[in-house]
């Protein structure tokens, strides 16, 4: 539970916290938060060098607690706000506070809106001298992909971050009512919160009489053949679509070769469509070489939007449902498949 504490001031001294990227481009969420090779002197130079920012935007601070624990002094208002994942950039855009959008990271690209939003570099690398020179009073970042060093640096530059970190749906509830919370956005939050508890409920009373869990290979990179482990979001997909993950165990991101898959024999096969960086038509030629799979004979081979299922926002129930009628298709009428395979 997020507890908000907080404190109003004029003009008081943000506190010094004391306060993870790529696995072949899979296991970006999971590396830890790297050194940052940035020459301390020419950024300190750059912030001495900046137009004071407007006193309104620093004047009254609220003392809160960030999903990951920490204890951190933000603006009670902020005005100028960086986001360093496309994450916290769509859950910036669906609390409709993206006029506070003064930079975000590369490949935030929803909703199409936040391709304007100026770059500051990349998920797992930010450019630290970029997001100085944009004066933020407040960097909204993630603990499961974001440098330790850059947060740290930028907090000893009196530049408050606040951390989430959504590992499942329902700590992506959390993050969006914490983020809705330090945004003055309240009932937005909420609003999304209680939808996406709606929808949760609804695909539950349509799956809880299932008969049979088919076996699901979900694939997410293709050189190497990349899946799912357990500790994943979404391997927790698969299971509320009324799957069963062939990956499941306490590997993060299992590899696989083919006579391993072969010998798995997977009843459904789900490939994002960044995976490999390939066409989804050359993903797909991939499997139907191997005829002897039950996925390929019962043609159980479908690719995805990879934006729906990679990032952990409230976007994935988006996802989810696609994953329920690809895996549990006779529990849906023709007319609720309103979404489209990628093929």
Known sequence: MINFTITTHHNPQRPTMRNKADMDNVDRHR?????????????????????PMAASAAEQRQIVTDPTGREVTIPATPERVISLAPGITEMIFALKRDELLMGTTQFSNYPPAAKKIPRVGSYVLPDL???????????????????????????????????????NLAEIKVSLLALGSVLNAEDQATALAVDMTRRLDRLGEITRHIKHRPLVFFQVDAAPMVSIGEETFLHELIGLAGG?????????????????ILTLQPEVVIITSMAGGQSPEKLLQMWRRWPQLEAVRHNRIHVVDADLFDRPTHRLLDGLEILARLIQPQLFSSELDNFKEIE
């Open 129 to 167: 001298e970029r997001i100085v020179s944009l004066r933020p009073d407040l960097v909204l970042a993630t603990r499961d992909g974001n440098p330790r060093q850059l947060i740290q640096r930028l907090e000893n530059l009196d530049i408050p971050v606040f951390a989430i970190d959504p590992r």
């Open 244 to 260: 069963r993950n062939a990956a499941a165990g306490g590997t993060l991101y299992p590899r696989f070769g083919w006579e391993e």
């Open 31 to 51: 590396q830890s938060w790297p050194t940052l090779a940035i020459p301390w002197l020419l950024t300190l130079a750059l912030i001495l060098l900046l137009p």
